[in-house]
């Protein structure tokens, strides 16, 4: 299986400063259609998981431009520019080009 | 809207079994593939079953082979997962979420979740 391995585990960010969360595969994530499914998903606090970013940097609709995803290869992530309240949460990675699909561990973002 | 809901969580024995149900609404449900997805207390997101749209193909973690089922109903836009052989560690709130493929992975839509607690 893919290891999925995010650091850091846990974050306290002061708001309107930025954050970053990084996600590195233990493979290559580039599909056989030239797409690399790797993903970004939020859940905030007793909710279920919301997808951010689709294929590493595609924006969700509806989700603040403040969300980016970026890399390539076995390297990504995840940056919220300037985080807000809203944003507590755990925000998972997620591989989507080897089966079985596989997830990081989580990170948890909170306010200091 | 799309929605999903899930339903048939519950308390149950080691070594028993319980159906999951998740009923979609919103969207044209035989167009998709669909997963469940777990999450243990204290733990993250763990993959647990994928089926085809059509539900002539479907992958299961190897955790759960041999134990678990997950099957479809297109005429009443309902999917399902049949759990047999629990154990502790199958407590975890199951989500069904939905995608485009079972080859290759974009899970855009989850449900709320449903509850499974496997306790003596």
């Known amino acids: 299986d893919v290891v999925m391995t995010q650091s850091p585990l846990s974050l306290a960010v002061t708001l309107g400063q930025a954050a970053s969360i990084s996600c590195t595969s233990s493979r290559g994530l580039v599909y056989e259609d030239g797409h690399t499914y790797l993903h970004w998903f939020q859940q905030r606090p007793g909710q279920s998981p919301r997808r951010l970013i689709y294929?590493?940097?595609d924006r969700d609709s509806g989700v603040p431009d403040r969300f980016n995803g970026s890399g390539s290869g076995t390297d990504f992530t995840l940056t919220i520019s300037r985080v807000e309240a809203e944003d507590v949460g755990i925000y998972y990675c997620m591989q989507g080009s080897h089966l079985p699909p596989t997830f990081g561990q989580g990170t948890k973002v909170e306010i200091k | 809207q799309a929605q999903l809901m899930e339903s048939g969580g519950g308390v149950v024995q080691p070594g028993g079994s319980l159906r999951l149900s998740c009923a979609a609404s919103g969207f044209t449900f035989s167009h998709h593939a669909f997963h469940w997805v777990r999450r243990a207390p204290g733990k993250g997101l763990e993959w647990v079953a994928v089926?085809?749209?059509?539900?002539?193909?479907?992958f299961r973690a190897a955790s759960v082979r041999g134990r678990f089922s997950i099957s479809r109903d297109n005429s009443k836009n309902e999917l399902y997962l049949q759990m047999s052989s629990l154990r502790t560690d199958d407590s975890a709130i199951y989500y069904c979420a939905r995608d485009f493929s079972i080859f290759y992975y974009n899970i855009d839509l989850w449900g709320r979740g449903t509850t499974v607690t496997v306790s003596s």
């Open positions: 294929k590493v940097s």
């Open positions: 089926i085809s749209h059509d539900g002539r193909g479907d």
